[in-house]
């Protein structure tokens, strides 16, 4: 008989204030948010998708923005949701709450240096891409192989999931930025036999077009 493959829904956090800002600003660890009104139907919207799902337990990054989220579905699947702190989002430093029209203006050669390669170079007095990937790999390691042949929802944050999603892609680092994560987009991971792929990446059918 085959094992069963264990399976993880990585799900992004539900839209903050700060997401729907025009221009975006950046939102790191620092910024400890709540979802907004619309982050809260996109976070109903991916709870009621996940009724369907066979879900044996609900993970989150301590983020009020991922605990909220992660709420959401655990109250749909009635599960409790477990808090990792390793999963919190890349921190941004200096450029905490600036939008990137501002940061290329007020920090030009910083802004020049991430943009050619986040992998190495950092968000100014924060975390590079190689940063979040020596934090958060690891978390996601054990939370396989601790929930071996079940199936998990893990709530977090874009660059926690996109870092972790080019990690096993193969991509390098300096490409993450180009993956998309939707705010309560859904991207679903299998891990058999040692061996972790990606199967759906940053899945949005659940979410109705205003959201």
């Known amino acids: 008989m085959n094992p069963a493959a264990t399976v993880m829904y ?4 539900g839209a903050t204030v700060a997401n729907e800002q025009k ?3 950046l939102q790191g660890s620092n910024v400890d948010l709540s979802i907004s009104e619309r982050g809260r139907e996109q976070a109903r919207q991916v709870a009621a998708w996940f009724r369907g799902v066979a879900v044996d337990a609900v993970f989150s990054s ?15 699947l ?33 802004c020049a240096l991430f943009r050619s390669d986040c992998g190495q170079h950092g968000y100014l007095g924060g975390e590079s891409y190689s940063d979040v990937q020596r934090r958060v ?3 996601f390691e054990e ?16 660059v926690v999931n996109i870092v972790y999603i080019a990690t096993l892609m193969g991509l390098e680092l300096k490409r993450a930025r180009e993956l998309p994560q939707d705010n309560c987009g859904v991207n679903v991971i299998h891990h058999l036999e040692g061996k972790t792929k990606l199967v759906t990446l940053n899945s949005i059918f659940h979410l109705q077009p205003n959201c």
């Not at 430093?93 to 990137?100: P, S, T, Y």
């Not at 939370?143 to 944050?157: D, E, F, M, Q, W």
């Open 78 to 110: 009635g599960r409790d949701v477990h808090s990792v702190s390793g999963l919190m989002e890349v921190c941004v430093g200096r450029w905490e709450r600036m939008n990137w029209d501002t940061i290329e203006r007020e920090f030009p050669a910083e």
């Open 143 to 158: 939370l396989l192989t601790r929930n071996a042949g079940k199936s998990i929802v893990v709530v977090a944050h874009s």
């Open 137 to 139: 790999v690891p978390v």
């Open 10 to 13: 990585l799900v992004r956090h």
């Open 23 to 25: 221009p975006r600003v």
């Open 62 to 76: 301590p983020m009020k923005r991922a605990r909220e989220t992660a709420g959401e579905i655990g109250t749909q």
